[in-house]
């Protein structure tokens, strides 16, 4: 979709800020590495993919991670269904906006989520979870967050109520693992074993990034 924004919505990877589920298998340090790392593909696959605007929706400072050519949108609100309502209507007009917890993205399938975004009123890719790792608008409406349950396995259908209710026309992705436990890390990795998040984790198994 030509005028649509592509955006992440992320945390930045301050030890003890990000990944905590990770610890104690992990250091808070390594924990955040990991982080930066899978946040970092999933900025190299939205920077591949034609977009008329690129943007981070941003907890924390940008650092050296962040790559030319995104727009920097500070984060609004206490949760996950504010934060979220607050950056479409912040990006305004036609956006879709995925999470940092899926570092396999590609451009390909990014590509094809804006493309249904132009023929349909609102994207859902489903997370293995019960959650998702995308969500799209043609339009900013923050009745379509407000108050769906975030971070459970009921999200993805109580969001598709929701954007149903309001009698907008939904096309859902191909269904993706995000991490959120050591176990899901390992699990995402083995399904992108070239990206650097995998690489980042194998040499942490390896014990050559330092806790």
């Known amino acids: 979709m030509k005028r649509a924004t592509l ?11 990000v990944k905590t589920r990770l610890c104690p298998r992990l250091s808070p340090a390594q924990a955040a590495a990991l982080a930066e790392a899978a946040l970092s593909d999933t900025l190299e696959a939205v920077g591949d993919t034609p977009a008329a605007r690129r943007a981070i929706v941003l907890a924390g400072p940008a650092g050296l991670w962040l790559p030319e050519g995104f727009d920097v949108i500070p984060q609004r609100g206490d949760t996950l269904d504010e934060r979220l309502a607050a950056a479409f209507e912040d990006l305004a007009g036609p956006a879709l906006i995925l999470g940092m917890d899926t570092p396999q993205v590609s451009p390909p399938l990014l590509a094809r989520a804006l493309h249904a975004l132009h023929a349909h009123d609102a994207v859902l890719g489903p997370a293995v979870d019960g959650g998702y790792w995308t969500i799209g608008l043609r339009r900013p409406d923050p009745g379509a967050l407000l108050g769906v349950p975030m971070s459970s396995a009921r999200t993805l259908t109580a969001q598709r109520i929701r954007l149903r209710s309001l009698g907008l026309a939904v096309a859902e992705l191909e269904t993706l693992m995000d991490f959120d436990t050591f176990e899901d890390a390992l699990h995402v990795a083995g399904d992108a074993p ?16 330092a806790a």
């Open 7 to 17: 955006a992440v919505i992320a945390k930045s990877p301050v030890p003890g800020a």
């Open 194 to 209: 070239d990206t650097r998040f995998a690489r980042t984790l194998r040499s942490l198994v390896s014990g050559r990034v």
